[in-house]
Structure formats: C-alpha cells, structure tokens
C-alpha cells in the first residue's frame, strides 16, 4: 500500500437525502422524503458499488427555504430526516462497512430563523447583532452596496438579479445575504462567529464523521469596506466572485482543528470561483483546504479541445503548488451529465474522464444509473434556484413505486421502469455496472488510484492519457466524436480492463475506439 491519505484516491458518493430513499413502510420522516434511516438500508449497495465514501447533503434542522442549505440548528436532525440516533446509527454502520462519512458544513450563512438572527434581528442593541453583516442604507438609500444574490428573480439558477441586501423596517438597515433572504451571512470577522462554526465541527468530529464538505467556503471572508467589484456592477451573483485574503486565515485555523483529529479527516471546500487559478490558493502551502471542487469541468461541454484545455489547467495552476485536483460531474446544483452531454454513450464515456483522471472523484447518486433530469413543470416546480430536474428521486426497483413507500417529492427521472437500481443490477450491460467495473478497476489499481498523469499524442477527437504509479500502470481514452478513430500506442501488449459500452473488456486492445467509446487499458 501507499501512504497517501484516503482522501487522495477515494470516490466520494454524493447523497442528496432528501432524494436518495425512504425508511420504507410505517418508516419515519415526512412521505415521499428520503431519510437518514433510507440511506442506512442501501449501505449495501453502496459497498456492492464500490464507493469509498459518502457526502451526505444538509440534514439538519432547518425550514427549507434551500433544502435544508438554510441551516437553523447545526448540531441536529431535522424530524423531516430522522434523528441524531439515526446518524449515529448510519455512521456507526457506515463504518463497519469500511465506508468513510463526510458532511455538509454550512458555515458562510444560517437560516433566518436559527436563534443566533432572530436574536441579532431582535434589535440594533442585541448581543448577536455583529454576528451578522447589517449596514445601513446607501446614502440616498436603496442596499449598501452593489452586491447580486445567487438566487431570486427570474426563477432560474443564474442569479444575479436581486440585490443581496434585504431591509429590515424594524430597525432601517439592511442585512447581507448572498443567497437567498432567508439565508443571511454570517460575519466571520467577528470572533464568535469563528468560535460557534468551530464548536460544529468539534459536535460533529466527536461523533466520528470523517469529515467535511464546506458549503460556499470562499465566501465566509469579506471585504471590510463591502467594496463593489467590477463583477458586482455587471450583475453576477457576489457568491461567485467573493475572494477575500481573509479567508484563508480562517481556512489555516479549520485545517489545524481537523488535523488535531486522528485518522485522516478532510474537508473538501466548495469553492465555487470558476477558475482553475483561483481555486489553487485555497489548498494554501498544504495548510488550507485539504480538497477543493474545481468547477470549470462539470461546465465544459462534450468537446476535447475543451477538455484538453480544463486539464492543462489543472496541470498548470494546481500540480505546481502540490494541490491534489477533484474531479466533479454532477451534483444537486447542476443538470446531470447524462442530460448535458445527450446521449447515454457520452454519458458512459464521461465516467472515464470521472475516474479515470488524477483526483479525488465525486460521483452524483445517480449518475452511476445514467439517470436524465427530470422534467419538473411549473406547477411542480420547488426550488427557488431552478435546480429540481437534478434532484428527482432515486428509482429503486421497476415496481410503481419504485422501491418509495409514498409518491416522492418530485416527479421521477425519465424511464424509472428501466433506469433504476434493481433492473440495472440484473444487466451486466448496464450504466450501473459499467460505474462497478471502473470502480473495482480503480480500487485494485495504484497507477489509477495515484499515479500521475500525461496527456499522450491522440488522433483528432481523442483524449488519451497515461496514469502510472511505481510499477503499475494504465492508459485510459476517450473518443470525444461520433464516428470510430484509431488509437495506435506505444508497445505491445495492452488488454482492455473496462470499456464504456463493455465490448472486448478481458481481450487485447484492437487500436480502435468505437464512436463514443472509452477504454482503461491494462498492460497485458
Ligand atoms: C451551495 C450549495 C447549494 C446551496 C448554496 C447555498 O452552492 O451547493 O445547493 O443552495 O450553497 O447554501
């Protein structure tokens, strides 16, 4: 074995629990809601799967604003998930199946119904009124500055559109809140602001979680002086831009309270800058951000000149400074990758890119069945960011209620008789298998797991890269086209370990990538 930490070469599988199961018949929990208890009983699956780790979505208390990102107490469960013996049941079962748990951490903003505003709403006066950003109107009036909200507006997940700034009558001034009104941002210059996130993930450590994935983390340090940026004027949502040297100082702080822990804990920082280059410094010299989300490529298209250009991003600005790079497809914010990149073949062909590229991979549930968005009409529509196709439920068996004891909170994903969890375990052809192969690929292989990566000469259309670790070695390609193209290699030898479509795995390489077709080639 190698001494890397788990996290290096794990696969993280993303679970939206609302989304993911129910507790089954006479089960606690809201109908048609996905539980903690729901998500205890596929642990199974989950190992049968081949998943290093779960990331688990908010479930704490919380009026839903967000889904449960509006938290309004972070140390328990909301009666909509279960309970805190719940999760302490689910880790504790987790665990004995050799499966790490990391949580969400939502630290930049609360729900504006947690004590700590409603206290510092209560009155200019009160005690908590600083461990919010309130401010009092432009000289003129209207909001203090030009800051945008993620969301509000037209509906959609662009934002941008509304201030993010909201006026409190009571008392003439406005609050800050990047995301929505109801979720207004905490001040993390303010001492006790610092020390009551800290106390969170001191409550959840103690009770064993592995560790963390932390909500919207370059956003917790401001600029005192609130200045506007140019991006601010051009109406994009301040989430996006917010980039303040201040936060890394926090960032060294987490990291030595995780690191006071034994055994490996992490924090993974959504840091959500859409630029490879400013996501580097939040890894610090190694001190900060043990993992940060990388986003341009979960908003590349299906082209490999674009692809190219993501990973000599990642070559250029995060191999230099030894910060280990993420790889993220999907997740409850974004369209699936089955849905962007339109056709089931890509799909399967973007798994390669998924887990076959140097990084800690994050899997979407749901991905690993192909599953579509859903379509969510406007009468069914919920989310105030857009996001709802992505969220559909997990079909679990091809029953009418696909394994849900009560109509679940949004409409299927398309095709549940055929694309749910059951009826892919009985195919060895399909998108859920072809998700084991390469998980199982992985896990026996360093060169996957670890080994460092070069990009290698490619027909036109082709990606193709090396991975190779001490002795171990693999090479993975991916045709980008429609059409077959040769991919000749260098020495003899190669025997296809998994292919996208399963055709000639176990046999020797023929030279040729079918339309659409990955391949992780083994030596023979
Ligand atoms: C992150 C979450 C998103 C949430 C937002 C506000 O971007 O991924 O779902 O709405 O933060 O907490």
């Known amino acids: 074995m190698t001494g890397a930490p788990w996290w290096r070469s794990g696969v993280v599988y993303q679970i939206y629990p609302r989304s993911f199961a129910d507790a089954g018949p006479g089960g606690a929990g809201r109908p048609g809601v996905g539980t903690l208890e729901g998500i205890r009983r596929h642990l199974d699956h989950l190992v049968w799967l081949g998943v290093d780790a779960l990331w688990l979505s908010p479930f704490y208390r919380s009026p839903m604003a967000d889904f449960g990102y509006d938290v309004s107490d972070h140390c328990d469960v909301d009666p909509t998930f279960g309970t805190l013996a719940d999760f302490d049941r689910l880790l504790a079962d987790a665990h004995d199946r050799g499966l790490r748990v990391l949580i969400d951490w939502v630290a930049n903003h609360t729900s504006d119904q947690h004590p700590w505003f409603v206290d510092s709403r209560s009155s200019p006066r009160s005690p908590r009124r600083s461990w919010y950003l309130w401010r009092d109107p432009a000289p003129g009036g209207g909001p203090p500055n030009h800051w945008r909200a993620a969301f509000g507006g037209g509906g959609g997940d662009g934002g941008g559109e509304v201030p993010a700034w909201t006026l409190d009558p009571a008392s003439g001034q406005y609050y800050l809140h990047l995301f929505l009104p109801e979720q207004p941002d905490l001040d993390w210059s303010h001492r006790p602001v610092v020390e009551a996130l800290h106390d969170v993930l001191r409550f959840w450590l103690d009770r064993g979680v592995d560790g963390f994935r932390a909500d919207a983390i370059h956003a917790i340090g401001k600029d005192p002086a609130l200045a506007d940026g140019p991006d601010d004027l051009a109406g994009q949502p301040r989430s996006s831009t917010n980039d303040h040297p201040s936060t890394h100082e926090h960032l060294r702080e987490l990291r030595t309270l995780l690191d006071g822990y034994p055994g490996e804990r992490v924090m993974v920082g959504e840091v959500y800058l859409l630029d490879t280059a400013k996501v580097a410094p939040y890894y610090g010299d190694g001190d900060e951000l043990h993992l940060a989300f990388n986003f341009p490529p979960l908003f590349t298209p299906w082209d490999v000149g674009a692809w190219r250009s993501r990973l000599a991003e990642v070559e250029r600005h995060l191999h230099p400074v030894g910060a280990w790079p993420t790889w993220v497809l999907g997740n409850h914010d974004n369209p699936r990758p089955r849905t962007r990149f339109g056709s089931e073949a890509r799909a399967r062909a973007a798994a390669f890119l998924l887990l076959g590229l140097q990084g800690t991979a994050f899997l979407y549930a749901g991905d690993e069945l192909g599953l579509e968005d859903a379509e969510v009409g406007p009468e069914e529509a919920v989310d105030p960011g857009g996001r709802d196709g992505c969220r559909a439920p997990i079909p679990w068996d091809a029953s009418p209620g696909h394994g849900w004891a009560a109509r679940p909170w949004l409409p299927w994903p398309p095709g549940p008789d055929l694309r749910n969890v059951a009826s892919q375990r009985q195919d060895p052809g399909s998108v859920l298998h072809l998700h084991r192969r390469l998980l199982a690929a992985r896990r026996a292989s360093p060169a996957l797991?670890?080994?460092?990566?070069?990009?290698?000469?490619?027909?036109?259309?082709?990606?193709?890269?090396?991975?190779?670790?001490?002795?171990?070695?693999?090479?993975?390609?991916v045709n980008f086209t429609g059409a077959p193209r040769p991919v000749p290699l260098d020495g003899d030898g190669w025997v296809v370990e998994v292919a996208s479509d399963g055709a000639g795995e176990g046999r020797p390489w023929s030279g040729r990538l079918g339309a659409d077709q990955a391949v992780v080639l083994a030596p023979g």
């Open 449 to 477: 797991r670890l080994g460092d990566l070069e990009v290698l000469d490619a027909p036109e259309g082709v990606l193709a890269w090396s991975r190779v670790h001490a002795a171990d070695r693999r090479t993975v390609a």
